[in-house]
């Protein structure tokens, strides 16, 4: 199983440019670390970005929850993705048929497809979702995602929605559908010479869950057990009490507690 891997093995595995990418910065900066910046303003969200900008892989965003959202925001973004060395993850979860979703991925206020280097998607639709997408994205090198568990109580995303999710993104393949929001490695491992990467949210150190679904594991149960590539974690690093300082340190504490996770696997 690919995931007993290095990071820097499954490079070569991939033909999409942004699923190397991705391997490559894990394997560079020595980090599985997600931070997913679910703020409101677009200075707060840039703020936390360079905070935590060093020790992530990836940022993740929900661009549509940024009150004065502008083009000028999404270049900033670019510009540090770039300098600080990570991907940028626009976490819209489309859920439609194949032509709204590609509007919606292209056009409108946000434009994703010209800042998102990846982004995700409901199965829900059927696989009209992934071609759709896949017009947009394909030609510009980016990459999707498909949403095969969610982390949140009571979800109806499992079992066999599950697998036939995993089965789409396989007949759909691995151009540019890489990987799945999921709990567990689905089946990911049991399909011979193909690599998935598996990210996971709904991942907390302090807290067990919220008031509203949410439920938080810790980086050794979701990268050591459950064999989880990424860790993303919101409100965890975000929204620690402390200041600036503070949000930095918790990322880096994210960024060493995923890594040990990861080396750990990779040693049994
Ligand atoms: O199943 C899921 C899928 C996603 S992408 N559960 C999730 O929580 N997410 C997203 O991860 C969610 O939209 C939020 O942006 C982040 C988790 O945030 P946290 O503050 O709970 O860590």
């Not at 929900?62 to 999404?74: G, P, V, W």
């Not at 998607?121 to 969610?150: C, D, F, N, W, Y």
């Not at 050794?220 to 200041?243: F, H, M, Q, W």
Request: net charge negative.
């Amino acid at each position: 199983p690919t995931t007993l891997l290095p990071y820097s093995e499954r490079i070569q595995l991939h033909t999409n440019p942004t699923a190397k990418r991705i391997l490559e910065i894990m394997d560079r900066k020595k980090t599985n670390l997600a931070v997913s910046v679910d703020v409101t303003t677009a200075e707060e969200a840039l703020e936390v970005v360079r905070r935590v900008g060093e020790s992530v892989c990836m940022v993740k965003t929900h661009c549509d929850i940024i009150e004065d959202f502008t083009l000028a925001f999404s270049e900033e973004l670019v510009k540090l993705s770039k300098e600080l060395d990570f991907v940028i993850f626009e976490d819209r979860k489309f859920a439609d048929i194949g032509n709204t979703v590609s509007l919606q991925y292209s056009s409108g206020v946000h434009k994703i497809s010209s800042w998102a280097d990846l982004t995700n998607a409901h199965s829900v639709p059927g696989p009209g979702i992934i071609k759709g997408l896949s017009t947009v994205g394909q030609p510009l090198g980016r990459a999707l995602i498909l949403l095969a568990e969610m982390s949140s109580s009571g979800s109806l995303a499992v079992d066999g929605y599950t697998k036939q999710t995993f089965q789409m993104a396989k007949d759909a393949g691995r151009e540019f559908v890489v990987g799945f929001i999921a709990q567990s490695r689905i089946d990911t491992d049991i399909s011979d010479g193909e690599d998935w990467l598996i990210l996971s949210p709904g991942v907390g150190l302090a807290a067990k869950g919220d008031s509203l679904g949410q439920q938080y594991r810790t980086p050794k149960e979701v990268v050591g057990d459950a064999g989880a590539d990424v860790i993303i974690v919101g409100r965890g690093i975000y929204g620690i009490k402390g200041g600036e300082q503070a949000v930095k340190d918790e990322a880096e504490r994210y960024r060493k507690e995923g890594w040990k996770a990861y080396e750990e696997r990779l040693q049994r």
